[in-house]
């Protein structure tokens, strides 16, 4: 009896199994209707107040004017305080009804409580925050000059987006407002030359699927699943061996092929799926047929990504 300890691993499994077999029907129409109604009745975003974190660029520019559209008031938060500027002009364009622009580094904790308190002061209120922020990697681990250049990515992608959540939470809490979190489906994707990124991104999941249990029911959560969308990170903008910021045009070469999808197309879903309340949107939707692939069959995953990595040209 000295195995006692180990019957678990034969009865807990079994019955799990059995329970999905017996649940995963009803839990089907329940899903199914609750997004029926969702549908119906999505979030009116006029008179709202959002505030979307790298907003200069890419999906969180074009995230600024799938809101604007619906009415909302919206806050840019990035360095760029230029290309912020030309952003808040074609969102008032569009219809936003007031745009302010507080050029500011996310990965600063000072300057996150900063913005988030101007926002309230301005606004009086705050009901979406985008974390959008980010910084990509083109580089093999092992190629990196200094183990402390990955560091910068996971300031600005994990406690980029915790910062500004944690001094927004109690304005969400009132407002009885939503967290939109752009993480990636490099999440759970095999990412050679992107690692650390891909962990920043794994981590921001397992963070907010805690904090909507936290949170619930005042405020709710929707993590954003991008796979490959047209923008600056996707034109290969990235940390380098050297731990410096570049566009690295071989990354769009290796790409060929790889359709990409438009960031109108992409920030168009999930605006509707924010306004939804959908708690996941991967977009485009065809990149599930990956996650089922990595779920069931990680080994096929595995020996793709060996085959297509051991004919990658070495980046700089
Ligand atoms: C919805 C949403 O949002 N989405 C998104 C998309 O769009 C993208 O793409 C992605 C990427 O990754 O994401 C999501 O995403 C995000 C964003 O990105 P993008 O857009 O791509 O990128 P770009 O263009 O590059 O942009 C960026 C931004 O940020 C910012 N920043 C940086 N750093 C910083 C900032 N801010 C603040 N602070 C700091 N430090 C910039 O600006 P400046 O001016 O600052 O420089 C800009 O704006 C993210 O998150 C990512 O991750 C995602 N994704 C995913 C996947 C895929 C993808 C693609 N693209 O493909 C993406
Ligand atoms: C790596 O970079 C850090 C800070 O950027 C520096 O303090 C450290 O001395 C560097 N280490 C090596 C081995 O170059």
């Known amino acids: 009896m000295k195995q006692i300890h180990k019957l678990p691993n034969l009865v807990l499994p079994a019955i799990t199994a059995l329970g999905i077999c017996l649940m995963l029907p009803l839990l089907y129409v329940i899903k199914f209707?609750?997004?029926?109604?969702?549908?119906?009745?999505?979030?009116?975003?006029?008179?709202?107040?959002?505030?979307?974190?790298?907003?200069?660029?890419?999906?969180?520019?074009?995230?600024?004017?799938?809101?604007?559209?619906?009415?909302?008031?919206?806050?840019?938060?990035?360095?760029?305080?230029?290309?912020?500027?030309?952003?808040?002009?074609?969102?008032g364009q569009l219809g936003s009804p007031d745009v302010l622009v507080i050029p500011a580094d996310v990965s600063k904790v000072d300057q996150c409580k900063q913005f988030i308190d101007e926002v309230v002061d301005h606004f009086g209120?705050?009901?979406?925050?985008?974390?959008?922020?980010?910084?990509?990697?083109?580089?093999?681990?092992?190629?990196?000059?200094?183990?402390?250049?990955?560091?910068?990515?996971?300031?600005?992608?994990?406690?980029?987006?915790?910062y500004p959540t944690y001094f927004a939470i109690p304005h969400l809490k009132r407002s009885r407002g939503k967290i939109v979190v752009n993480a990636s489906v490099a999440a759970w994707m095999i990412n050679p030359k992107c690692t650390v990124y891909g962990a920043s991104k794994a981590a921001l999941i397992?963070?907010?699927?805690?904090?909507?249990?936290?949170?619930?029911?005042?405020?709710?959560?929707?993590?954003?699943?991008?796979?490959?969308?047209?923008?600056?990170?996707?034109?290969?903008?990235?940390?380098?061996?050297?731990g410096a910021i570049e566009v690295d045009p071989r990354f769009r070469k290796m790409m060929q092929g790889i359709p990409f999808e438009s960031t109108e197309d992409c920030t168009k879903a999930v605006v509707a799926a924010v306004c939804r309340g959908d708690k996941y949107i991967t977009e485009p939707w065809w990149y599930n047929a990956f996650y089922l692939l990595k779920i069931l069959c990680p080994e096929v995953m595995e020996w793709g990504f060996r085959l297509s990595n051991s004919n990658k040209p070495r980046t700089s």
Not at 211 to 235: D, F, M, N, W
Request: glycine share 6%; with cysteine; aromatic share 8%.
């Open 33 to 91: 209707t609750d997004f029926i109604l969702r549908s119906l009745f999505p979030e009116n975003m006029k008179g709202k107040v959002v505030v979307i974190t790298g907003a200069s660029s890419g999906i969180g520019e074009h995230l600024a004017y799938e809101y604007a559209k619906k009415g909302a008031h919206l806050t840019l938060i990035a360095r760029r305080k230029e290309s912020l500027k030309e952003v808040a002009e074609k969102a």
């Open 125 to 162: 209120q705050l009901d979406h925050l985008v974390c959008n922020a980010v910084m990509g990697i083109l580089c093999a681990f092992e190629d990196a000059t200094n183990v402390t250049n990955f560091e910068q990515v996971m300031d600005v992608n994990f406690w980029g987006s915790i």
């Open 206 to 242: 397992n963070f907010y699927d805690s904090l909507r249990v936290e949170l619930a029911p005042k405020v709710s959560v929707t993590i954003i699943s991008p796979g490959y969308v047209e923008s600056e990170l996707s034109q290969g903008k990235a940390l380098t061996k050297q």
